[in-house]
């Protein structure tokens, strides 16, 4: 079993920052992709930015320039800095990783499980 939880959520003024984690815990081999997603009200889930475990990065363009992710693979975090937010940024954010771990009650190895966090809400107020 793995969960993933979020925190760092909150209301905020436009122009000012928040700083997202999101800590893996569980059976873990390992983890690969980190993501961040986001879900406005009435609107589909929409990709914000990913890391590779070797650091890559991408970025939705509507945050490039204000968002930055980063990871800590020894602590199988995922953090998402915020700057400069806008209120078309309020949504419900979610961490999304793809993790090495086993099948639940088992002990054979599950390559790849898509692992996603309850979210946390980020309000911009204008």
């Known amino acids: 079993q793995v969960q993933l939880v979020e925190s760092g959520g909150g209301l905020v003024q436009a122009g000012g920052s928040l700083r997202l984690s999101c800590a893996a815990s569980?059976?873990?081999?390992?983890?690969?992709?980190m993501g961040w997603y986001r879900q406005a009200p009435g609107k589909q889930r929409e990709l914000v930015a990913t890391?590779?475990?070797?650091?890559?990065?991408k970025y939705v363009d509507s945050v490039k320039g204000r968002f930055t992710i980063s990871r800590d693979n020894a602590k199988n975090t995922v953090y998402l800095q915020m700057n400069s937010l806008k209120p078309e940024d309020t949504a419900v954010y979610y961490c999304?990783?793809?993790?090495?771990?086993?099948?639940?009650?088992?002990?054979?190895?599950?390559?790849?499980?898509?692992?996603w966090g309850k979210g946390t809400l980020v309000a911009v107020s204008s």
């Open positions: 999304n990783a793809e993790v090495d771990t086993i099948v639940e009650g088992t002990t054979a190895a599950y390559y790849g499980k898509d692992c």
């Open positions: 890391i590779t475990r070797g650091g890559n990065t």
């Open positions: 569980g059976t873990i081999f390992s983890i690969n992709g």
